[in-house]
């Protein structure tokens, strides 16, 4: 797996912006921490940054 998050640069600035947290996953998963920030973290809204490439 790649440990190169290009999109991350994108999305800090965003995140900050509206005072949210970034979650960074694979191409094929997401972190266990990740999803359960997402789940349990009283979510929302979800941006997904990505290109075709990248989000499956």
Request: proline share 5%; glycine share 20%.
């Amino acid at each position: 797996m790649s440990c190169r998050f290009a999109d991350a640069l994108t999305g800090a600035p965003l995140a900050g912006a509206v005072g949210g947290p970034l979650y960074l996953a694979s191409t094929s998963c997401i972190p266990t921490a990740a999803a359960a920030g997402i789940w349990n973290g009283g979510t929302v809204g979800l941006w997904l940054i990505g290109g075709t490439g990248v989000l499956d």
